[in-house]
Structure formats: C-alpha cells, structure tokens
C-alpha cells in the first residue's frame, strides 16, 4: 500500500485531496501543514508520493523539494499549485518533481498523477 504525504497550507485543500484518494482506494494518508513540516514528516514516514502546494508560509513548496530530494534522491514530487508561472514550473521541474498539476483541478487528473507513480491502490 502506497504512503503518501499531501502538503499544502489550506486545510480545505488537505481535504479535498485526502477525500479524493480515499474514495479511490488509498488508505495511508498523511498530512502536512507547510515545507517544514513536509521536510520533517518525510523523513519519519518515508512516503511513496508527496504532493506538495508551491505558496506556503515557514517554507515554500520549492524549498522543500529541495530539502526533500536532498534527503532522497529518488524522492516522488508532484507539485499542485493555482500558481501556474513558467518560472516556478520551471524551477520545480529542474529541482525533480515528477508532475505538475494546476489548481483547481478535477479528480481525475489528481488520480492519474498518482497513479502513474505509485499505481492501484
């Protein structure tokens, strides 16, 4: 069974996605509330996929991936972010992020992402 982190600073977002995945399936669901804590609970659970927001306090999205794939080379990022700047893209693909999906987005292109990397629940 696939363990995966959702970080993102909006509990309402932490929810929507938690919600998503459990109705499909996926049980082992942990949350984070901004990078810093991303980064922490990455290294006590060893997630299979974490899906990171870019805009948060503390430490932001890019931030920790960095920190992350620091950790972990072979670490699985996917980036969900309203924020759809070229840059930021650009920034986060470099630094190793396996997908990028874009807020709001519709549940099944969540799942699609999560299920190219970790598989069927």
Do not use: H, W
């Not at 993102?8 to 459990?22: C, E, G, P, Q």
Request: hydrophobic share 45%; aromatic share 4%.
């Amino acid at each position: 069974m696939a363990k995966i982190l959702i970080v993102d600073d909006a509990a309402f977002m932490r929810k929507v996605i938690r919600d998503t995945l459990s109705k499909s399936g996926y049980t082992e669901l942990y949350e984070a509330v901004d990078g810093a804590d991303a980064v922490e609970k990455y290294g006590e659970i060893s997630p299979d996929l974490v899906l990171m927001d870019i805009t948060m306090p503390n430490m932001d999205g890019l931030e920790a991936l960095k920190a992350i794939r620091a950790k972990d080379s072979n670490a699985n990022v996917v980036m969900c972010s309203a924020m759809g700047q070229e840059a930021m893209v650009m920034e986060a693909v470099q630094a190793g992020i396996k997908d990028f999906i874009v807020k709001p987005f519709k549940s099944d292109r969540l799942l699609k992402a999560v299920t190219s990397i970790v598989g069927n629940p």
